[in-house]
């Protein structure tokens, strides 16, 4: 693997708390990304990052905020959780091989995220 | 909105056969494509990436790439039962890195 580590794997949450999934990796990739997806609707992108403090949104960043103060870590957190909210997260980063070449977007294994 | 668009499925091809999995795609200033699949309960894997027009293999998968048609295709010879899974379409964004997938179609290799 590319050396991505999302955390934790499963998490159980009630309505109305605040949740933080970390992605963290290894190899100093500028690009991370969260993304969820929902059967019916496949993988969306939440917000991603392209360095340090540099985040944007993506297309279903409602509700959502991120943060990502060193290169390694990409947290994305729910302020106040909902059931609209339960999902599978990935986190993906955009990868390079030797001589810097672009080789694609690895994933994390994912967070299942159940809101009752 | 970018739009990726996939066949729906589900797909069903007899062990040893060709599956043919198609997309298009919105964006025309789209350079990179990929192909992913993702087995039940698992993360995406990248399986193909595409850059320039034509064809592109590597083992038993051909990548297909038309710019000028906003089409890119995957070809899955010899099929195996472990070949079963889902198979996501996914395009970067030609202004930023951003990707974005399509709904995935599923692929079911019959013994």
């Known amino acids: 693997d590319a050396g991505i580590t999302q955390s934790p794997r499963h998490k159980v949450t009630e309505t109305g708390t605040p949740v933080t999934l970390r992605c963290h990796q290894t190899?100093?990739?500028?690009?991370m990304y969260w993304y969820r997806q929902d059967p019916g609707h496949g993988l969306r992108l939440i917000h991603y990052?392209?360095?340090?403090?540099?985040?944007d949104k993506g297309e279903v960043s409602d509700g959502y905020s991120v943060s990502r103060s060193k290169t390694e870590d990409f947290l994305l957190t729910l302020e106040s959780a909902t059931s609209s909210q339960t999902s599978v997260y990935f986190c993906?980063?955009?990868?390079f091989g030797q001589g810097s070449l672009f080789t694609g977007y690895t994933f994390g294994s994912g967070t299942r995220l159940t809101v009752v | 909105q970018k739009e990726v668009e996939q066949n729906s499925g589900p797909l069903s091809v007899p062990e040893g056969a060709i599956a043919s999995l198609n997309c298009t795609y919105s964006?025309?200033?789209?350079?990179?494509f990929f192909w992913y699949r993702q087995y039940s309960g698992k993360s995406p894997e990248l399986i193909m990436s595409?850059?320039?027009?034509g064809d592109k293999e590597d083992g038993r998968f051909t990548a297909q790439l038309n710019k000028a048609s906003q089409y890119v295709s995957l070809l899955i010879r010899d099929s195996q039962p472990s070949d079963s899974a889902t198979y996501l379409c996914?395009?970067?964004?030609?202004?930023?890195?951003?990707?974005?997938f399509g709904k995935g179609i599923t692929l079911s290799v019959r013994p």
């Open positions: 595409i850059y320039s027009n």
């Open positions: 964006d025309r200033g789209s350079q990179s």
């Open positions: 996914a395009v970067e964004d030609g202004a930023n890195s951003k990707l974005t």
């Open positions: 190899e100093n990739h500028r690009y």
């Open positions: 993906a980063i955009r990868t």
């Open positions: 990052s392209y360095g340090v403090k540099d985040t």
